[in-house]
């Protein structure tokens, strides 16, 4: 009995030569909340990150053209939560992390060698866009998520004690 030889696999539309993944800062904020339940006090500070995920890869057409970089870039809100207890112990939940619609993509001819400027000012700009939105990304997340966390857990958040006038 004679068996058929398998098929050539079909040649590659374009093949990964390079890889990159990184993340990026744009802003962070700790916010610190005194909670009161039932006549007794815990410190928590909630850790807010905004960053932003890269990856950039490297693709090489299958006919032998010039190589090209595509780009994906996606911004993030990393909420973190850590308290005090009443003993003095410190700890923090495990970080959540939510996708923003704040995203970018593109593709573009390969110059030179690492030569991956477009992506780069595109990240620069999803960056410092995140950045200049922190205060109203921030806020918003207090309101949508961190209040209505203290509250379904029936603990207030303490006021601010007035500063007292200096003395003369």
Known sequence: MQTATPPAPPSAAEVVVARSDHTTVAANLDLPLTLVKAGRREQMVVRRV???????????PGDGGVDRYR?????FLERQYCLRSLTGQFACTTPEAE??????????????AGDFRLAVAAEGLLSSTLAARSEEIFAADRQATVDPLLKAAGVAVAKAAPKAAPRR
Request: glycine share 6%.
């Open 99 to 112: 996708a923003l619609p704040d995203k970018a993509e593109g593709e573009a001819p390969l110059a030179a």
């Open 50 to 60: 905004l960053f932003v995920n890269a990856a950039v890869t490297q693709v090489r």
């Open 71 to 75: 780009w994906k870039l996606a911004g």
